[in-house]
């Protein structure tokens, strides 16, 4: 006989808070350890998998194919000498790294890794804690994290910083609405926002199947959220030096990057367990195999869900360029969030009409496929129009000042193509001659 997930006992909500305060100490120790050991494999594994996409070896000196490497890189952030600028506001300079560290630990508390386990002899559940609005606790957490992001870049006494600290919080904003609504449909098919039972919910068929809408607005959302490649403008690189950790070193800078990191693979275990069924086995090893959702074993199916969300991080990161940045918030304010509302009236729809049952189920999901499609070619309706085709030149002078210091306007033609304009003088002094870009070539040719 096959043991379902939905066949095992479930504990619901009275299950948690019972545990002894020795249990609820024990488990958050090793979340928090887990966390730190999968965020120095995850270095490794991204240099790895890219470099293995470039034709390169990557790291395979320190340790067995390199493990250790992201151990010695943290082991020289720690030596080296922590800087702070002096125009910084030394407080929130030293706090903000904190407030970005803390909340990508904090989420943890909610994410069911397994079912109840005998534990040291203690009958528990894998995970530390649940409540009936779980997953708004987590998008709240996560939210605070763009604060130390904010802060960071406004302490800094940099504006390079602070544009970075500023693209941060206008980009999260702005994703975070839709990876919200991405989970509203979630909400309505498991009828709670408990994650224990949204994993519980799924045990017939994943939701990242019969919500698959959702499913990838949610995983194009994650990539935003977390300000990974294509969609890390925050730190663009060629455009603010560094980001909103510029002026940021030794293990300040250290704990930016752990964040990073555990954000990473947070976003991706809220995707295993609200879409891909979370701790349950894949489809076709409980029929061969009784034990597979029982015990610890269900922790290597949460893990191995979580690397594959992973993996596209890094694959992503290899494979596309950086977006320019009105594109990239455009996808998310004229794209992302109309598709989610108009998505989550279908399934709202979808889901009364199932439970009352007076409609042909047939023509209600062509009618809202029809309704989707109409919603997507609206929004590319007039994208091009008001644009000016003629990309010459205007004969007449350009005030390059006419619409303010320090940012000049575009010139009234768009952007001068072609070799740079001659040097020319108005007076030019005795003994000097004037010196134009064709002539200065042809000397070089002679």
Request: proline share 6%; aromatic share 12%.
């Amino acid at each position: 006989m096959r043991i379902l997930a939905a066949d095992l006992p479930d504990p619901g909500l009275a299950a948690f808070g019972q545990d002894p305060w020795w249990v609820i100490l024990l488990k958050a120790l090793l979340i928090f350890v887990v966390l730190v050991v999968l965020t120095l494999f995850n270095i490794w594994f991204e240099r790895r998998v890219v470099a293995r996409m470039q034709h390169r070896v990557g790291p395979n000196v320190h340790g067995p194919f390199g493990l250790l490497q992201s151990l010695a890189d943290g082991v020289k952030l720690a030596l080296k000498e922590d800087i702070i600028p002096k125009a910084a506001d030394k407080a929130v300079f030293l706090l903000a790294p904190v407030i970005a560290t803390v909340p990508a630990f904090v989420t943890w508390a909610v994410i069911p890794f397994g079912p109840e386990v005998n534990f040291f002899g203690h009958r528990t559940p894998l995970q530390l804690t649940d409540m009936p609005v779980a997953v708004l606790f987590m998008l709240a957490i996560a939210s605070i994290g763009i604060y130390g992001i904010v802060l960071g870049g406004w302490s800094s006494g940099s504006t390079y910083s602070l544009l970075g600290g500023l693209r941060s919080s206008a980009q999260m904003i702005s994703y975070e609405v839709a990876m919200g609504l991405a989970l509203v449909a979630v909400f309505l098919y498991a009828g709670s926002m408990s994650t224990s039972e949204i994993v519980a919910a799924q045990d017939r068929l994943w939701f990242g199947l019969i919500l698959l809408p959702s499913f990838v607005i949610y995983v194009i959302s994650m990539v935003g959220e977390t300000n990974r490649a294509p969609f890390d403008l925050p730190e663009a690189e060629g455009e603010l030096v560094g980001g909103f950790h510029t002026e940021y070193s030794s293990l300040k800078f250290a704990l930016f990057f752990l964040a990073e990191y555990i954000n990473l693979t947070t976003v991706s275990a809220i995707a295993t367990t609200l879409f891909l069924g979370g701790w349950a086995a894949p489809w076709g090893i409980e029929n061969v195999w009784d034990g597979a959702n029982s015990g610890y074993w269900p922790l290597l199916w949460f893990f191995g869900k979580v690397f594959i969300f992973v993996f596209l991080f890094i694959w992503l990161r290899g494979s596309l360029p950086r977006m320019r940045y009105d594109q990239f918030m455009a996808l998310g304010w004229k794209v992302l969030i109309p598709v989610s509302l108009a998505w989550i009236v279908a399934v709202a729809t979808i889901r009364v009409i199932s439970l009352e049952g007076n409609i042909n189920r047939t023509y209600l999901v062509a009618a809202i496929a029809v309704l989707l499609v109409l919603t997507v070619a609206l929004m590319f309706v007039g994208e091009g129009k008001g644009e000016d085709t003629d990309t010459e030149p205007a004969d007449e002078p350009h005030d390059a000042f006419a619409g303010g210091f320090p940012v000049p306007p575009m010139p009234a033609g768009g952007a001068v193509r072609g070799a740079a304009a001659p040097l020319t003088f108005a007076q030019a002094p005795e003994g000097r001659t004037t010196v134009t870009a064709a002539a200065e070539e042809n000397h070089n040719d002679e």
